[in-house]
């Protein structure tokens, strides 16, 4: 696709200043008194509002920009670096970035914080405060998108040249708003006063849609094809620098918007059409409008495949004109680029690369064949069924006729191999084949995926075991080399040294400080699990935390919690496999046990919940009503709000989870055996000394293999019993049958004991726990219960639960995201990892 250059020096948006700053300053000086000055010379000259009538939002973009100047010297020297040294560089695709505020992770990987604060504070100003003011970048729903967002941090700290590409959302994740006990989303305009973070290029790409095939004969005789889109579209680049931690190198988050080619039809309005002058304008923009959150099922939805098109085809064309740009060859492609697919959204890229290798660069199947499988790698991130990616044959032929064509090819190529290699087994070509042949014909984006990459991983052990066993095991059979392990990890800078920077002063001051770029290094506070003084002070660290977050709530909730309780915490998306309706199912039969007089003394306890349900997702919406309805049933009945609070917290995002993991004592990881791929908040409390309860699920056994079985509170059927059981046939009303405190709660909500007396509101829940019961949220509920019985001992007794706080945190290393990119960069990616 033909390339134009413009020239647009900056990114703002409409009507916003220019992020062009003042000549003749310092604008990169790391004392407080140049940071004081940089920040006053943005303030007046690039928002152009003096100090003392300046907004804190005024004030916020100022600062970034002064911290942005300090980024943009170290990118230049980043990109020369590679440019001059001709690195490997890893192309990482992702329809989700749920990076979080970019001013307090930024100042904190470039080693600015304190001089920073000092600045501001030189001016009358709070750093706080201004940082408080960023609208969290939210382009991603959950795990998925914040594991790129980790990966981003980890690969720069770690000196790696990566490029990530993604959608530039206008509109991200929805804001969560709780009203009378039920979710509502409202839309998230967190462009609307510009992003101070991102920066045009000068560049765009066109991307094709729709339109037909063509066969012709080139110059040399050979017969080629081409596609005609019937409509195309402009990619507009953006990008954010990500700074590593202390190191000087500066990668690039390049995020693609859509616009129309031609985005303003003069001759159409000359002739008095004013809204069709527009339209074409309005459908283009709509491409990059709006993140999709994920339903219960993956509907055949077009623009969602356009979406992906759009944002895959262009990043792939980057790839493609940067390689040529530096002379080299095509043929040499896979040597220069390593792809990675997060989940099969960017998998489309196959036959994306194919067709611009051999329709727009005349190269030949073979050779494209080669250089394609040989370039990518796919990242699987679930196993559940209705969440596997297959679109209609002819929604996608009628967007992408082209690589249908391509795809049908592959499939051909890839069958007659496997026939070869197993002949006479037509269940299992059918089975392998691409083309989805059960009911409605499919293109099944995993099986793309598998077919078209060199390396197929999965995200914890168990995890790739299953895929290997199960979803995936002919691919398996047949290529096993192509299959390996690599149990995801979160970034230590964002979720433990900046969340929580009192127990990050605590442990620098018993262990020194380089844990910070090789978490392996918290095994040193080991023997500290012995120092009843050293675990006082980590007591009264965590209830620090636990006070803030309680302020927080008070201030937002107006609800009193007690911060020396059990902070009892189970934050993630809303959905049923991970079986927030267990943990209000036990609540609610400790109500009803206090109430009967059965239970007395109880470790006092406060429940926390946050996550976002699907706006489509009806029955976790009524989950997130059971939770709230238990909470007002709680919090303001005098006989039990002494020893239970509970709290669901709206909105649940980067930042609130910031506050919250610092503040958990128990993180609660209680998902059906075999459903959650991995889990990442599970390592955010780890690391900041909260202790799991959780089932054998994800990475939790890895988590437990780490810590030691005595400092995790294990309960629940594993992944082969749940499998078992299912075939044997599962019947949940036994369980309700045999177990009496389940059944007083199961009774309690059908009969509206709970609800005032409305016997209808929370029928559909219970019919579906007694009638199918998918998640076995009942057959795991008294060994539930079990397990928070002994929880809340344990915590009663702070020489027992200090040391399996510190040991969590001790034991933690592993679930560092440079762990997991060290092993993508040696297993997969070929790539060496710099300086340590
Ligand atoms: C870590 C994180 C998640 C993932 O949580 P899980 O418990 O692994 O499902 C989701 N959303 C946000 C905002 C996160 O920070």
Same mark, same amino acid.
């Given at each position: 696709?033909?390339?134009?250059?413009?020239?647009?020096?900056?990114?703002?948006?409409?009507?916003?200043?220019?992020?062009?700053?003042?000549?003749?300053?310092?604008?990169?000086?790391?004392?407080?008194?140049?940071?004081?000055?940089?920040?006053?010379?943005?303030?007046?000259?690039?928002?152009?509002?003096?100090?003392?009538?300046?907004?804190?939002?005024?004030?916020?973009?100022?600062?970034?920009?002064?911290?942005?100047?300090?980024?943009?010297?170290?990118?230049?020297?980043?990109?020369?670096?590679?440019?001059?040294?001709?690195?490997?560089?890893?192309?990482?695709?992702?329809?989700?970035?749920?990076?979080?505020?970019?001013?307090?992770?930024?100042?904190?990987?470039?080693?600015?914080?304190?001089?920073?604060?000092?600045?501001?504070?030189?001016?009358?100003?709070?750093?706080?405060?201004?940082?408080?003011?960023?609208?969290?970048?939210?382009?991603?729903?959950?795990?998925?998108?914040? #594991?790129?967002?980790?990966?981003?941090?980890?690969?720069?700290?770690?000196?790696?040249?990566?490029?990530?590409?993604?959608?530039?959302?206008?509109?991200?994740?929805?804001?969560?708003?709780?009203?009378?006990?039920? $979710?509502?989303?409202?839309?998230?305009?967190?462009?609307?006063?510009?992003?101070?973070?991102?920066? $045009?290029?000068?560049?765009? #790409?066109?991307?094709? #849609?729709?339109?037909?095939?063509?066969?012709?004969?080139?110059?040399?005789?050979?017969?080629?094809?081409?596609?005609?889109?019937?409509?195309? *579209?402009?990619?507009?680049?953006?990008?954010?620098?990500?700074?590593?931690?202390?190191?000087?190198?500066?990668?690039?988050?390049?995020?693609?918007?859509?616009?129309?080619?031609?985005?303003?039809?003069?001759?159409?309005?000359?002739?008095?059409?004013?809204?069709?002058?527009?339209?074409?304008?309005?459908?283009?923009?709509?491409?990059?409008?709006?993140?999709?959150?994920?339903?219960?099922?993956?509907?055949?939805?077009?623009?969602?495949?356009?979406?992906?098109?759009?944002?895959?085809?262009?990043?792939?064309?980057?790839?493609?004109?940067?390689?040529?740009?530096?002379?080299?060859?095509?043929?040499?492609?896979?040597?220069?680029?390593?792809?990675?697919?997060?989940?099969?959204?960017?998998?489309?890229?196959?036959?994306?690369?194919?067709?611009?290798?051999?329709?727009?660069?005349?190269?030949?199947?073979?050779?494209?064949?080669?250089?394609?499988?040989?370039?990518?790698?796919?990242?699987?991130?679930?196993?559940?069924?209705?969440?596997?990616?297959?679109?209609?044959?002819?929604?996608?032929?009628?967007?992408?006729?082209?690589?249908?064509?391509?795809?049908?090819?592959?499939?051909?190529?890839?069958?007659?191999?496997?026939?070869?290699?197993?002949?006479?087994?037509?269940?299992?070509?059918?089975?392998?084949?691409?083309?989805?042949?059960?009911?409605?014909?499919?293109?099944?984006?995993?099986? #793309?995926?598998?077919?078209?990459?060199?390396?197929?991983?999965?995200?914890?052990?168990?995890?790739?075991?299953?895929?290997?066993?199960?979803?995936?095991?002919?691919?398996?059979?047949?290529?096993?080399?192509?299959?390996?392990?690599?149990?995801?990890?979160?970034?230590?800078?964002?979720?433990?040294?900046?969340?929580?920077?009192?127990?990050?002063?605590?442990?620098?001051?018993?262990?020194?400080?380089?844990?910070?770029?090789?978490?392996?290094?918290?095994?040193?506070?080991?023997?500290?699990?012995?120092?009843?003084?050293?675990?006082?002070?980590?007591?009264?660290?965590?209830?620090?935390?636990?006070?803030?977050?309680?302020?927080?709530?008070?201030?937002?909730?107006?609800?009193?919690?007690?911060?020396?309780?059990?902070?009892?915490?189970?934050?993630?998306?809303?959905?049923?496999?991970?079986?927030?309706?267990?943990?209000?199912?036990?609540?609610?039969?400790?109500?009803? $046990?206090?109430?009967?007089?059965?239970?007395?003394?109880?470790?006092?306890?406060?429940?926390?919940?946050?996550?976002?349900?699907?706006?489509?997702?009806?029955?976790?919406?009524?989950?997130?009503?059971?939770?709230?309805?238990?909470?007002?049933?709680?919090?303001?009945?005098?006989?039990?709000?002494?020893?239970?609070?509970?709290?669901?917290?709206?909105?649940?995002?980067?930042?609130?989870?910031?506050?919250?993991?610092?503040?958990?004592?128990?993180?609660?990881?209680?998902?059906?055996?075999?459903?959650?791929?991995?889990?990442?908040?599970?390592?955010?409390?780890?690391?900041?000394?909260?202790?799991?309860?959780?089932?054998?699920?994800?990475?939790?056994?890895?988590?437990?293999?780490?810590?030691?079985?005595?400092?995790?509170?294990?309960?629940?059927?594993?992944?082969?019993?749940?499998?078992?059981?299912?075939?044997?046939?599962?019947?949940?009303?036994?369980?309700?049958?045999?177990?009496?405190?389940?059944?007083?709660?199961?009774?309690?909500?059908?009969?509206?004991?709970?609800?005032?007396?409305?016997?209808?509101?929370?029928?559909?829940?219970?019919?579906?726990?007694?009638?199918?019961?998918?998640?076995? *949220?009942?057959?795991?509920?008294?060994?539930?219960?079990?397990? $928070?019985?002994?929880?809340?001992?344990?915590?009663?007794?702070?020489?027992?639960?200090?040391?399996?706080?510190?040991?969590?945190?001790?034991?933690?290393?592993?679930?560092?995201?440079?762990?997991?990119?060290?092993?993508?960069?040696?297993?997969?990616?070929?790539?060496?990892?710099?300086?340590?």
């Amino acid at each position: 696709m033909p390339e134009q250059k413009h020239r647009a020096p900056t990114a703002q948006n409409d009507g916003q200043p220019r992020g062009d700053a003042p000549a003749g300053d310092d604008r990169t000086g790391t004392t407080a008194e140049e940071i004081a000055a940089s920040f006053h010379g943005h303030l007046t000259r690039t928002v152009g509002r003096p100090l003392e009538r300046s907004s804190v939002i005024d004030q916020y973009h100022a600062l970034s920009f002064t911290v942005r100047d300090s980024l943009m010297d170290q990118w230049l020297e980043t990109i020369e670096t590679y440019r001059q040294e001709d690195v490997r560089v890893l192309g990482y695709l992702s329809a989700e970035y749920l990076l979080g505020p970019h001013l307090p992770n930024d100042l904190l990987n470039l080693d600015l914080t304190p001089e920073t604060e000092q600045a501001m504070k030189s001016v009358g100003f709070d750093l706080e405060s201004i940082a408080a003011e960023e609208p969290e970048p939210g382009l991603g729903n959950g795990g998925l998108g914040r #594991l790129a967002a980790c990966f981003l941090d980890s690969l720069s700290t770690l000196d790696v040249p990566v490029i990530g590409y993604g959608l530039r959302y206008e509109f991200g994740i929805f804001r969560q708003e709780i009203v009378d006990g039920w $979710q509502v989303e409202t839309s998230d305009k967190w462009l609307q006063f510009g992003n101070p973070w991102e920066i $045009q290029a000068s560049m765009s #790409l066109v991307v094709g #849609l729709f339109g037909h095939t063509e066969t012709y004969t080139d110059d040399q005789g050979a017969v080629r094809h081409r596609w005609v889109p019937g409509y195309k *579209v402009k990619g507009i680049p953006f990008d954010t620098p990500i700074p590593g931690y202390k190191t000087r190198t500066v990668n690039r988050l390049r995020l693609w918007k859509s616009e129309a080619v031609d985005s303003f039809d003069l001759g159409v309005f000359n002739s008095g059409d004013y809204a069709g002058a527009v339209r074409s304008k309005m459908e283009s923009e709509t491409i990059s409008k709006v993140l999709y959150p994920p339903d219960e099922k993956v509907e055949g939805k077009r623009l969602r495949l356009t979406q992906q098109f759009f944002f895959t085809s262009c990043s792939l064309q980057d790839m493609v004109r940067i390689h040529l740009s530096l002379g080299k060859p095509l043929e040499e492609f896979d040597r220069k680029w390593t792809v990675q697919l997060n989940d099969t959204h960017p998998s489309i890229g196959i036959a994306e690369l194919m067709r611009l290798l051999m329709d727009e660069h005349e190269m030949g199947w073979d050779d494209a064949w080669r250089v394609t499988q040989t370039s990518f790698g796919y990242t699987n991130h679930t196993l559940l069924p209705e969440a596997l990616e297959r679109w209609p044959l002819d929604l996608f032929g009628n967007l992408l006729p082209r690589h249908l064509e391509i795809i049908f090819e592959i499939n051909q190529r890839f069958l007659d191999d496997m026939r070869r290699r197993y002949p006479n087994d037509d269940a299992r070509m059918r089975r392998m084949s691409i083309i989805g042949e059960d009911g409605e014909r499919t293109v099944q984006m995993a099986h #793309l995926a598998v077919v078209g990459s060199k390396a197929v991983n999965g995200v914890a052990e168990l995890h790739t075991q299953l895929l290997e066993e199960t979803t995936l095991s002919d691919y398996y059979e047949a290529f096993p080399e192509r299959f390996s392990n690599k149990t995801n990890g979160v970034t230590p800078r964002r979720w433990l040294m900046l969340s929580n920077p009192e127990l990050t002063g605590l442990i620098n001051e018993a262990i020194g400080t380089d844990w910070h770029k090789d978490l392996y290094g918290l095994k040193l506070l080991e023997p500290y699990a012995r120092d009843t003084e050293f675990l006082n002070r980590w007591r009264k660290t965590q209830e620090g935390s636990k006070g803030r977050l309680a302020a927080y709530i008070k201030e937002m909730m107006s609800i009193d919690v007690d911060p020396t309780s059990m902070f009892d915490v189970q934050v993630k998306r809303l959905h049923e496999y991970k079986r927030q309706h267990l943990n209000a199912l036990h609540i609610l039969s400790l109500y009803c $046990q206090i109430k009967s007089g059965a239970v007395k003394d109880l470790t006092p306890r406060t429940f926390l919940f946050g996550g976002k349900a699907a706006p489509s997702y009806t029955m976790a919406k009524l989950i997130i009503k059971l939770i709230c309805q238990i909470g007002a049933l709680v919090n303001s009945d005098p006989q039990v709000n002494h020893l239970l609070k509970v709290i669901f917290l709206p909105n649940y995002s980067v930042s609130l989870g910031q506050r919250i993991y610092p503040a958990a004592d128990l993180s609660e990881q209680i998902s059906t055996a075999g459903f959650e791929a991995s889990g990442t908040g599970c390592m955010k409390f780890m690391m900041n000394g909260a202790v799991t309860l959780g089932t054998l699920d994800g990475a939790n056994i890895e988590i437990r293999k780490e810590v030691g079985e005595e400092n995790f509170f294990l309960f629940g059927l594993t992944a082969p019993e749940i499998s078992d059981l299912r075939h044997a046939g599962y019947n949940p009303r036994g369980y309700y049958e045999k177990s009496p405190l389940l059944r007083e709660a199961l009774d309690g909500l059908r009969d509206g004991r709970f609800s005032n007396g409305d016997r209808g509101l929370f029928a559909p829940l219970v019919n579906d726990l007694l009638n199918s019961d998918r998640y076995l *949220v009942l057959a795991d509920f008294d060994a539930y219960v079990a397990a $928070q019985l002994e929880a809340g001992k344990a915590y009663s007794d702070p020489s027992r639960w200090g040391p399996m706080s510190l040991l969590n945190t001790a034991r933690s290393g592993k679930f560092s995201s440079d762990r997991t990119i060290r092993q993508y960069c040696e297993d997969i990616w070929e790539l060496p990892v710099g300086k340590r």
